[in-house]
Every structure is written in structure tokens, then in C-alpha cells.
């Protein structure tokens, strides 16, 4: 019978020792996936972040494209204008008797 009673000892002593490693376990396990989360929203941050800095970088460079394109725009129909009232100024020039 102590024979048996030792084995019953052992037996749970393995057991709970058995239980212990595999909390021990899941405990790791969990940190290391919650490590891997923290690491994959940092990523996603920081991903975020450049795509944010990249969009506001496109609509700066496409205002001063359009700033660009409205004073050549202005600057064509000056020039224009100014032919145009040379061109006038010479027609009336050359209408008028000396």
C-alpha cells in the first residue's frame, strides 16, 4: 500500500509539475503575440503616417501646379493684350492721314 501511495505522490507532483510548464508555456505564448500585435500596430502607424505625409505632399504640389498654371495662363493673356493693342494702336497709326 505506501508503495502504491508513493506512486499516487508522484504521480500528482508530475502532474502539477506538467500543469505548471504549460501555463508556463501559454504564459510566453501570449506575450510573444501580444509582443507581435505591438509591433504590427507600430508598422501600421507608421505606415500610416507616411501615407498621410505622401497625400498632404500631392495636394501641396498640386496647389502650386495650379499656381503655376494660373499665372502662365495670366501671363499668355497679357502678352496677348499686348500685341493686340500694338496691333490696334499701328491699324488706327496707319488710318489716320499724315
Do not use: T
Not at 500610416?48 to 493673356?77: G, L, P, S
Request: proline share 1%.
Amino acid at each position: 500500500m505506501k508503495e502504491q501511495e508513493e506512486k499516487s505522490v508522484k504521480e500528482i507532483s508530475r502532474l502539477e509539475k506538467l500543469k505548471a510548464e504549460e501555463a508556463k508555456a501559454q504564459a510566453k505564448d501570449q506575450a510573444r503575440v501580444q509582443a507581435s500585435k505591438a509591433r504590427e500596430q507600430e508598422i501600421e502607424k507608421g505606415q500610416k503616417m507616411r501615407e498621410d505625409r505622401r497625400a498632404k505632399d500631392r495636394a501641396d504640389e498640386e496647389v502650386r501646379e495650379q499656381a503655376k498654371e494660373k499665372a502662365r495662363k495670366e501671363a499668355y493673356q497679357a502678352r496677348e493684350k499686348i500685341l493686340a493693342d500694338d496691333l490696334e494702336a499701328k491699324r488706327l497709326k496707319n488710318k489716320m492721314p499724315d
